[in-house]
């Protein structure tokens, strides 16, 4: 069967996640004042959410090898529909906390196929497909708010952007089952031991430690500007609420260049320098957010942070994938894990501190993890080249 029909799909279900994903932080100002959630109960959701895809992570890393992708992408997508549509109902803050990990839970499994299957079809090409994808979830993190802020002029309520995502994704999933029934075998399948992959030894590898390190800070960038930069601009800096959201499209707009572009650059400047070179620039970007309080500024410090930071991701777990090819849902599961830490960190960390000293003095914890990061990430350059050097003798 042709590459293109799995790869299609996989695209656009990473743009849905992408939209899915980051849906969350844009609607939290609309979900605090209609459930009634403190700033704490809202580092709260962020926590059970992270729970749900670290638990996610965890068991589609073990065991999605055993399952033929397409059909399991497809069911996961249909129960993802059942989930959003009763999130769509919920009437206080516990029923949001119970969809909110289930969905945690499913869009993990979802991010792990779709990383180990582009991995296996594009091989001979892995960081640049991996790259394109990650920019398709880029590109879904852009259209967010804006596809609020649209939807808002005809029917305000943050319920039904939920309810028309939930129609999309019924939608990929009757391509998914399309594409598996014309398929005369598993697009992923490639020869793989019986039982279950280990976290255990893959984590023997430092590189591999190293790896962890740079995705949970990663996680905790992204998420924790994602999650709380609109409530931020909004409540600490006073803009409205839309025009933080439009502020915020700076930031997703970067992650979908540098996402778009990054793989151009790797054979001028090699995987690990251009790795330092953009978390250079991520760091930059954060501090900029911090200290800066006009639109221009920010707008500024956003796009800055999106481009350091968007390229961050797949170039790390190409890099480790080909360390590694097939140890690829582990490594996949591994990253998801990570970087679902670091958005438990950046989500209640900052729900917490913001509790006790308000979301101005609370969105300091956006430069001190982008300082992780950066640090983390020259670790893994370092580890990665010393692996491939010594694959080398």
């Not at 259209?143 to 129609?167: G, K, S, T």
């Not at 994704?169 to 019986?194: C, N």
């Amino acid at each position: 069967m042709s590459r293109f029909h799995p790869t299609a799909l996989i695209f656009s279900g990473f743009f849905l996640l992408g939209l899915l994903i980051i849906l969350w932080g844009v609607l939290l100002p609309d979900l605090n004042r209609e459930l009634g959630m403190s700033a704490a109960q809202s580092g709260w959701f962020f926590l059970v959410m992270a729970l749900g895809t670290v638990s996610g992570a965890y068991l589609g890393g073990k065991y999605v090898q055993k399952f033929h992708f397409l059909q399991l992408f497809a069911a996961l997508a249909l129960i993802e529909t059942v989930i959003l549509l009763a999130i769509s109902l919920a009437q206080n803050a516990w029923q949001l906390l119970a969809g909110i990990f289930l969905f945690g839970l499913f869009c993990s499994v979802m991010f792990t196929i779709g990383h180990t299957l582009i991995a296996r079809l594009h091989a001979n090409k892995r960081a640049k497909m991996m790259g394109l994808m990650d920019f398709m979830f880029s590109l879904g993190t852009l259209a967010a708010p804006f596809l609020v802020v649209v939807l808002y002029w005809w029917l305000p309520d943050w319920r039904w952007p939920l309810r028309l995502l939930a129609v999309l994704l019924v939608a990929l999933a009757m391509y998914a089952l399309l594409i598996a029934q014309k398929a005369t075998a598993d697009p992923g399948a490639e020869p793989a031991p019986s039982h279950s992959l280990s976290y255990k030894a893959v984590l023997k590898q430092p590189v591999f430690v190293a790896l962890a390190f740079a995705m949970f800070g990663y996680g905790a960038v992204e998420w924790g500007n994602g999650n709380w930069f609109v409530s931020y601009a909004s409540s600490a800096l006073l803009y409205p609420t839309e025009q933080a959201r439009l502020i915020f499209a700076w930031f997703t707009g970067g992650m979908v260049l540098s996402r778009l572009g990054f793989a151009y650059l790797i054979p001028y400047l090699g995987a690990s320098r251009l790795l330092r070179l953009l978390v250079l620039m991520m760091l930059a970007g954060a501090m900029v957010l911090k200290l800066a309080d006009s639109s221009w500024a920010l707008s500024a410090g956003n796009l800055l942070l999106g481009l350091g930071l968007g390229g961050v991701y797949p170039l790390l777990l190409a890099t480790a994938m080909d360390l590694a090819p097939q140890q690829g849902p582990v490594l996949s599961g591994l990253s998801n894990i990570g970087g679902s830490l670091g958005c438990q960190l950046a989500g209640l960390g900052t729900g917490l501190w913001a509790n006790v000293s308000g979301i101005g003095t609370a969105f300091w914890m956006l430069p001190l993890v982008a300082l992780w990061l950066f640090a983390a990430v020259w670790l893994f350059s370092h580890r990665a080249r010393a692996a491939q050097a010594a694959a080398r003798i």
